[in-house]
């Protein structure tokens, strides 16, 4: 009990200054790199790279478990009944399962690739490309990381992998930049990193858990534990059906617009990032500290660091869009030559990035209170009404009807779950 009090004591603070940092740093080199990719090989090119991307991650996607999940939800009680031989089990099923999904994942993604690229009309000189990036799956391993850093208070560890990665990539960027390099050498550089960024976070792992005296996790025989195997499970199925909201949608938007608008696209994603910036390190926070509460039976407040969540950050992005329509024109022309034509489109992005990242609360509040199986129906209805609407959206009204759908998702995931949590009373039961 005494090593979790430890974690907790004035770690919300701590926390969210380490990751804002980081991440505000994070962003802008991702800005800078954004700039030299799209003024070096242009929009077109870059939407390329993003496609290959795209297509490797949506296996990743498919078959990945977040592994981080479960291992927040079930290894805070564990150390806090202090069960060490129980924490281990944790962290070498979760282990187990992350590298058999990377196995998986890039199996898959090479016996779909012929049908994926007949389907939406690639050129089979994006093939080999496609099969370079597909490896890197293999090394593909976040969902232990990142959960076992969170739980430890080691937020600084995925801070210094962020940085360090991309303040490397910035350096070979400029080098590109001024030596006037093409597609390939930004292609390679995407693989390098990505590769590097996932080895670093690994490593960190296995440094704090010997730091915290688990370091022998991987020894003796492997006891699955029924809970946090179903609980994984369903975390997985719930990220393979709103695969939809991320990869797919990219993928539409390649079908029926093209590789630019891919690239435009995924510019707005940078731009809102700024957003995700700062919401991210409350939402990384925010989770452990919620199943923590939750398991002290201390709902109402646990609703409460909810409430302001949404709060703050629809405050702070309503600034941010204010002073992107007062001050776009200054520089918005770097990333997209006709600006103007795009200006409204990146706002509708942004009110979807406002709301996606303030409701982080509310779906850390719903998984918290054990509530994984109805993410699953959930997700399922939501994303299939969402891809009728998407693709008579993207008919309609072009990219913009894209950033509409998306805003539509989000309200209606959000919404149903705030009823079902008010339907089974557990605001009624915590006032008690």
């Not at 997985?236 to 608008?261: A, H, Q």
């Not at 996606?356 to 209805?381: D, E, R, W």
């Amino acid at each position: 009990m005494s090593r979790l009090r430890a974690l907790i004591n004035n770690r919300i603070v701590r926390n969210f200054i380490v990751l804002f940092t980081g991440e505000g740093v994070v962003s802008i080199i991702g800005m800078i790199n954004l700039a030299i990719i799209v003024n070096t090989i242009g929009n077109e090119k870059n939407g390329i790279i993003i496609m290959v991307q795209t297509y490797s991650l949506l296996f990743s996607g498919i078959f990945g478990f977040k592994s981080f999940q479960a291992l927040i939800k079930y290894m805070p009680v564990s150390i806090e009944e202090g069960n060490e031989e129980l924490t281990k089990q944790y962290v070498k099923q979760s282990f187990v399962l992350d590298i058999g999904a990377a196995a998986v994942a890039t199996v898959f993604g090479y016996i779909c690739l012929d049908f994926v690229c007949n389907l939406m009309g690639w050129d089979s000189s994006m093939k080999p490309y496609i099969k370079m990036f597909l490896i890197t799956l293999i090394i593909n391993i976040q969902g232990t990381p990142i959960g076992v850093l969170r739980i430890f208070n080691k937020f600084n560890y995925i801070t210094y992998s962020n940085v360090v990665s991309n303040l490397l990539k910035l350096t070979l960027y400029v080098l590109a930049f001024i030596t006037h390099q093409g597609f390939q050498f930004f292609f390679i550089v995407e693989i390098i990193f990505t590769v590097m960024f996932n080895i670093i976070l690994i490593v960190f792992t296995f440094i704090t858990l010997k730091q915290q005296g688990l370091g022998g996790f991987y020894k003796g025989p492997l006891k699955l534990d029924r809970d946090f195997f179903m609980f994984n499970f369903y975390s997985n199925i719930t990220s393979t059906i709103d695969i939809p909201v991320g990869s797919i949608t990219t993928m539409v938007i390649n079908r029926y617009l093209g590789f630019t608008e891919i690239s435009i696209y995924k510019i707005f994603d940078k731009i809102g990032s700024v957003i995700g910036k700062l919401s991210s390190p409350l939402n990384q926070i925010i989770y452990p500290e919620m199943s923590i509460m939750i398991a002290k039976k201390k709902f109402l407040k646990a609703k409460k660091m909810s409430d302001k969540l949404l709060m703050g950050i629809s405050l702070i992005g309503a600034a941010f869009i204010f002073f992107i329509l007062i001050t776009h024109k200054w520089w918005l022309g770097i990333f997209i030559k006709d600006y103007d034509v795009y200006l409204w489109s990146l706002v509708i992005y942004l009110v979807y990035m406002i709301f996606s990242n303030g409701s982080q609360g509310v779906h850390s509040l719903f998984m918290a209170l054990g509530y994984i199986k109805l993410t699953v129906p959930i997700i399922i209805c939501v994303n299939s009404a969402y891809l009728v609407l998407l693709y008579f959206s993207i008919k309609a009204w072009h990219l913009n009807g894209v950033l509409i759908s998306l805003i539509l998702q989000a309200v209606a995931v959000v919404v149903i779950k705030i009823i079902i949590m008010k339907k089974n009373h557990y605001m009624e039961k915590v006032q008690k």
